[in-house]
Antibody, heavy 122, light 107 residues
Framework: EVHLVQSGAEVKKPGESLKISCTGS????????IGWVRQMPGKGLEWVGI????????RHGASFQGRVTMSADKSISTVYLQWSSLKASDTGMYYC???????????????WGQGTLVTVSS | EIVMTQSPATLSVSPGERATLSCRASQSVRSNLAWYQQKPGQAPRLLIY???TRATGIPARFSGSGSETEFTLTISSLQSEDFAVYYCHQYNNWPPVFGPGTKVDIK
């Protein structure tokens, strides 16, 4: 059974940088695209982007292009979501989740990580 | 970008009753639609993919139907653990889009 474990909550100031992680257990980590999803406080789900851990190919949601960087280290079955200069509007819960079918970038999400809460406040 | 709408925004149901949730896409997504359940303080959980296929471990009281632009999630007999927010998600086109959610609460 696959599990995704995310890094812990972060509290940052505007302008600071941040890198959060999502580590997979089980086999075949590099065969499945991983998606990142944001949930702002009290709101719905928004697509941040996806990454192929095998070759680090990425696709961003329009609202996040140029705002975040996704990367992967397949040697440790981990993907990352990174900001170079945080804004208060980046505050939210960030989930990683695996695509349902290997090698398919257009897919449902299962399983999900537990989420990383990012708080950006001066 | 495809726009996903869900109705109603809130559905008040008594335990044991049937709940019917709707999801509409602004253009055809074929059967490339998933449903997720999210309880407070928890990550979303996949219920249905391919519009009608239950995910592993999902009880039979959950069923999905529809294709193209109109989809339905039915919970045949609501249990206490089913009170949650439900999201639909199209993955036919880039970018993937989630619906705004339907909250199912206790009547």
């Amino acid at each position: 059974e696959v599990h995704l474990v995310q890094s812990g909550a972060e509290v940052k100031k505007p302008g600071e940088s941040l890198k959060i992680s999502c580590t997979g257990s089980g086999d075949s980590f590099t065969k499945y695209w991983i998606g990142w999803v944001r949930q702002m406080p009290g709101k719905g789900l928004e697509w941040v982007g996806i990454i192929n851990p095998g070759d680090s190919d990425t696709r961003h949601g329009a609202s996040f292009q140029g705002r975040v960087t996704m990367s992967a280290d397949k040697s440790i079955s981990t993907v990352y979501l990174q900001w170079s200069s945080l804004k208060a509007s980046d505050t939210g819960m960030y989930y990683c989740a695996r695509h349902g079918i290997a090698t398919d970038p257009y897919n449902w999400l299962d399983p999900w990580g537990q989420g990383t809460l990012v708080t950006v406040s001066s | 970008e495809i726009v996903m709408t869900q109705s109603p925004a809130t559905l008040s149901v008594s335990p044991g009753e049937r709940a019917t949730l709707s999801c509409r896409a602004s253009q055809s997504v074929r059967s490339n639609l998933a449903w997720y359940q999210q309880k407070p303080g928890q990550a979303p959980r996949l219920l249905i993919y391919g519009a009608s296929t239950r995910a592993t471990g999902i009880p039979a009281r959950f069923s999905g139907s529809g294709s193209e632009t109109e989809f339905t999630l039915t919970i045949s007999s609501l249990q206490s653990e089913d009170f949650a927010v439900y999201y639909c998600h199209q993955y036919n086109n880039w970018p993937p889009v989630f619906g705004p959610g339907t909250k199912v609460d206790i009547k």
